[in-house]
């Protein structure tokens, strides 16, 4: 705790500053983790889309026409997801995940999305 303490005295910090400041950044990397979360979820169901948005009775260019539609709109939200997830900020968040779990191993229970049913709502 000493060096805790001194650690703010050299950055000009009072103790409830520097708590603040790492609340803020926990809730920031929390919200990058939730979108993170949203879109690889978003991800589970692009062949489904791919496939609802084909018309049932319709001719065969008009089937292409909207295959492609669907390939090209789910490229894109792949794409989307590997930009978010290799961006600096998510590989940022993601290493401060891996050493808070390295240094306290203990008591990390599973995500489950049944305990958080407003999970999709990135407005929280």
Not at 111 to 120: E, M, Q, S, T, V
Request: hydrophobic share 35%; glycine share 6%; charged share 30%.
């Amino acid at each position: 705790m000493a060096a805790h303490l001194g650690q703010n005295k050299s950055t000009g910090l009072g103790q409830g500053e520097a708590g603040s400041a790492e609340e803020e950044q926990l809730d920031s990397n929390m919200k990058q983790l939730n979108l993170l979360h949203v879109k690889c979820r978003e991800l589970r169901t692009t062949i489904q889309r791919m496939l609802e948005s084909i018309p049932n009775n319709a001719s065969s260019e008009e089937v292409y026409e909207a295959f492609v539609k669907s390939v090209a709109a789910a490229n894109a939200q792949i794409k989307d997801f590997g930009t978010l997830y290799n961006s600096e900020e998510s590989k940022k968040v993601l290493q401060q995940a891996k050493k808070s779990r390295d240094a306290n191993p203990k008591g990390i229970k599973p995500w489950r999305a049944k305990d958080h049913p407003d999970w999709l709502d990135l407005d929280q």
